[in-house]
């Protein structure tokens, strides 16, 4: 396993060593906080339980996640740093000095919001190997990383953290020129200074600024940003119709951007009391769990449609895709995941439709191992499902880590006849046998196997003789 060693331990530091860690790296972790590793094993409690939801296969093996008492010691066998200590350029200095002091080979992230590499690496010994890498939270759901290095610095230390930072399925997003506070918090700061102002002026709510947000261009950014957005405002004609028609609204004063009310006490009491209002009926933790869930439904929801984040999980996991299993005489374990939380219904465990889904994933499994592929399909035939029958023998949960066993009971001609076992550790909570025939995609009716199906079919049949037989 790789190994990165996190510095500083915080919100951030603890979505770092949680990505790391989940991503199959050993990481070691140093934070003189008393309280770092409580407040590390939250997060990471909550990175468990949601990141693996994203994904349809099983993410790497988790690494060891070790705890260290000076740098020296948490440095050793790293190959990548993560610095998230807080925002001072006095702490950040002296904390590079001492890591380059032991280890000048090996590159520095900071998570800084705001500073530059130039000021980062001010009397810097290695100064080429400190890069801002700036995550947002929570940083074990949220792909972006903005990766900014010293203008002039090495090229190939920028391609090599990109390529660590993509490894771990984050997107790294190159910036080429420094500037303060990068791109991302900019977007965030000019929206955080006119919210400041609606609520100053006593147009808005806290609340009524977030629903603005939520149910609307939140959810359009989410998935298009801001220029494709736009662009489709602009009909058929597109950005230049978009600009033509809405460009002269710039100069109306619709915003105070370069302006800010002073943050007197009496506002940031108003601001205060309407927070508590509007979520003080959640702690922090409830808060932070609701969040991680509505982002994993978003975000599957985006993976679905092949869009933006979900399009990256896509990515990401077709790298982590297990080989299909061989054929042999036991049973196949044609799937291993979690159980997301958007699998769950109103009772509170996992809806009936989802195990059609885990049947049918288990049975595209199968049907590549017998040759009815991508291309096979591409090419006119498949298999159909014509026949399900389910028993559900104990409840599902959201973060349950689940597989399926499959046996192939017939493979003779048309008919794949498939027992699959759901099982949670060595317990079976559910059992389906299915029941596919081939056909030719062209006439949608039955029709004989081509090419070698037949006989990869059969021989996994064949295989599976002396397992025993389902109800």
């Not at 932070?288 to 993976?303: H, S």
């Not at 597989?403 to 006849?417: D, M, N, P, Q, S």
Request: charged share 25%.
């Amino acid at each position: 396993m790789r190994t990165a060693c996190i510095v500083g331990g915080g919100v951030i530091g603890g979505g770092w060593a949680a990505r790391f860690l989940l991503s199959g790296w050993n990481v070691r972790v140093f934070d003189p906080d008393p309280e770092a590793e409580r407040k590390i094993t939250a997060v990471l409690d909550r990175a468990r339980r949601t990141l693996p939801m994203l994904y349809e296969v099983a993410l790497p093996a988790e690494g060891t996640l070790t705890y260290h008492e000076t740098l020296q010691e948490a440095l050793e066998g790293a190959e990548w740093v993560t610095e998230s200590v807080p925002e001072r350029l006095d702490l950040k200095h002296r904390i590079y000095a001492e890591i380059q002091g032991i280890r000048p080979d090996i590159t520095i992230g900071s998570s800084t919001s705001g500073f530059t590499p130039t000021e980062l690496t001010q009397g810097a010994a290695v100064p080429a190997r400190i890069i801002v890498t700036h995550p947002f939270n929570p940083v074990y759901l949220l792909p972006l990383v903005e990766v900014v290095g010293k203008e002039g610095g090495d090229a190939k230390i920028i391609e090599e953290a990109r390529e660590v930072l993509s490894g771990i399925g984050m997107y790294p997003l190159y910036i080429r020129k420094e500037i303060a506070a990068h791109i991302a918090d900019r977007f965030l700061e000019a929206v955080w200074r006119e919210a400041l102002w609606l609520i100053n002026d006593g147009i808005a709510t806290t609340e009524e600024i977030d629903n603005a947000i939520r149910y609307a261009f939140g959810i359009r950014w989410a998935q298009m940003g801001l220029f494709e957005t736009y662009r489709l405002g602009g009909g058929e004609d597109g950005m230049r119709h978009f600009i033509a028609q809405f460009g002269p609204t710039m100069s109306f004063e619709w915003t105070k951007l370069m302006d800010v009310p002073e943050l007197t006490e009496e506002l940031i009491d108003t601001i205060a009391d309407q927070s508590d209002a509007q979520s003080g009926h959640m702690t922090i933790d409830e808060l932070a769990g609701k969040r991680d869930g509505n982002l994993v439904a978003l975000i599957r929801a985006l993976k679905q449609q092949g869009s933006a984040a979900g399009l990256l999980v896509q990515e990401h996991e077709a790298k982590l895709a297990p080989q299909d299993p061989v054929i042999a005489p036991e049973k196949l374990r044609t799937i291993e995941r979690v159980i997301p939380c958007d699998w769950t219904d109103y009772n509170g465990h996992m809806n009936e439709s989802r195990y059609g889904q885990l049947w049918s994933d288990a049975a595209d499994t199968v049907m590549r191992m017998v040759g009815a592929d991508a291309a096979y399909i591409e090419g006119g035939n498949s298999y159909f499902t014509v026949e399900t029958t389910t028993r559900f023998l104990a409840e599902a949960h959201a973060g349950d880590r689940v597989e399926v066993r499959t046996t192939v009971i017939e493979g003779a001609g048309k008919k794949l006849h498939l027992f699959h076992e759901m099982l949670r550790g060595e317990e079976v909570c559910a059992t389906c046998a299915q029941l596919l025939i081939h056909v030719s995609l062209e006439t949608r009716r039955a029709c004989e196997p081509q090419g070698d199906v037949a006989t990869h079919a059969a021989a996994l049949a064949k295989a599976h003789e002396g397992l025993p037989k389902p109800e």
